[in-house]
């Protein structure tokens, strides 16, 4: 009597499978389109943590000196970092990188002032 209930086990996630195969087809090809250009607002994905960090200072207003104060680094290693930073967001300066942290913080607010 154990075999029947195992065939029929068996058979049923046949149909299931190709439906789930053809799902993650779709997630990969999501994958590679994000891949290739960072989707706005996800910082976290793009940056490591302390390249986040040193964003969210300069999102505040910071300097470079005071940024290396803070994190214990020196302003050069900060420099660095931006230098870093920016192309893998598409920026090229502190105020554009201050404008997307802003606005990765508060979206909502962002869009009402638009």
Do not use: C, N, W
């Not at 046949?14 to 439906?19: E, F, I, K, R, V």
């Not at 040193?54 to 940024?67: N, P, R, T, W, Y």
């Not at 970092?81 to 502190?94: F, S, V």
């Amino acid at each position: 009597g154990e075999s029947a209930p195992a065939a029929h086990a068996g058979h049923r996630p046949t149909p299931g499978g190709p439906a789930g195969g053809g799902g993650q087809d779709g997630s990969a090809q999501g994958a590679d389109d994000g891949a290739g250009r960072p989707p706005p607002g996800s910082l976290a994905d793009v940056l490591t943590p302390q390249e986040l960090r040193i964003a969210g200072l300069v999102a505040d207003g910071l300097s470079s000196k005071e940024i290396a104060a803070r994190l214990f680094l020196s302003p050069r290693t900060v420099e660095y970092h931006l230098y870093k930073i920016y192309p893998k967001l598409g920026i090229g300066t502190r105020t554009e990188l201050a404008r997307l942290v802003v606005l990765r913080k508060a979206p909502v607010a962002a869009q009402d002032m638009l």
